[in-house]
C-alpha cells in the first residue's frame, strides 16, 4: 500500500510515469525500508493498463456491480417502523440497565 501510495503522490506530483527510483526515492524519505520486489510487483501490474484515470474507471465499474448490504438494513428499518413503540419500550429499559452496569464508577470520575 506504501508503494502505491508513493506511485500516487508521484503521478499526482507530475510525473506522469514513475519509475521504480522514483518510488524507492519518496518511500525512503520518510523513513521505510524499501523492498525492491515490492516496486517491481506494483510496476508490472500496472504496466499495460493505461492511464491512472482508466486504472480507477475499470475498477470503479466493478464496484459498481458488486451488492451492497443496504437492501437488507432497509427491510430491518421498515420493519422497525411498524413496532416503534414497542422499540421505544425496549430502548428505554436498556438505557436504565446500562446505566447500573457502571456499578457507580465513571469513565472520568
Known amino acids: 500500500m506504501k508503494y502505491l501510495a508513493a506511485y500516487l503522490l508521484l503521478i499526482q506530483g507530475g510525473n506522469a510515469t514513475p519509475s521504480a527510483a522514483d518510488i524507492k ?8 525500508e524499501v523492498d525492491d520486489s515490492r516496486i517491481s510487483e506494483l ?4 504496466e499495460g493498463k493505461g492511464s491512472l484515470e482508466e486504472i480507477i474507471a475499470a ?14 438494513s432497509a427491510g430491518g428499518a421498515a420493519a422497525a417502523g411498524a413496532s416503534g413503540e414497542a422499540a421505544a419500550e425496549e430502548a428505554e429499559e436498556e438505557a436504565k440497565e446500562e446505566s ?6 465513571g469513565l472520568f470520575d
Not at 526515492?25 to 521505510?32: C, L, R
Open 25 to 32: 526515492a519518496v518511500v525512503e524519505s520518510v523513513g521505510i
Open 59 to 72: 475498477g470503479s465499474s466493478k464496484f459498481a456491480s458488486a451488492p451492497a448490504a443496504g437492501a437488507a
Open 43 to 46: 510496476l508490472s501490474s500496472l
Open 100 to 105: 447500573d452496569d457502571d456499578m457507580g464508577f
